[in-house]
């Protein structure tokens, strides 16, 4: 596969993990929660997602661009996957807890993904970090809105 085209194909992957999460949306339910005082403001997390699912496909093609498909791609498929399931879990089901536990497991195939693509290219690696850490502070906060709002 030509590199561009290899490109085009991880940006389709992206938007496509990106449009699954648009059935799922925060909804009446979300905004009746309490939230803790360290929730941005609802326009921070599309600009966020935006620029974060960007670098999360440059990133795989240019591990791509290094060895081809691999164990490395095969990882980013996962957390891709496991992106996904976390909008059902919280926003579909209202699971906080399960979501917690999920986005978890996520943070932790990320961090792997992240070492796979370092081991590849440098820069690669370096375009994980922000999703890595974004997705530390959505854990955060997935455990705070939890927390927050047990019944009773």
Known sequence: MRAWAALIVFLLLVTLTAASGSFFQPGDWYAHLQKPAFTPPNLAFPIAWTLLYLSMAIAAWRAWLRRGFDGAQ??????LALNALWSYVVFGRHLLAAGA????????????????????????????????????????????????????
């Open 74 to 79: 095969v990882l980013w498929l996962v957390q």
């Open 101 to 152: 536990v999920e986005i978890a497991v996520l943070w932790l195939v990320i961090l792997a993904t992240t070492v796979a693509f370092f081991r590849r290219d440098r820069v690669a690696g370096w375009l994980m970090i922000p999703y890595l850490a974004w997705v530390a502070f959505a854990f955060a906060l997935n455990v705070a809105l939890w927390r927050l709002n047990l019944p009773g």
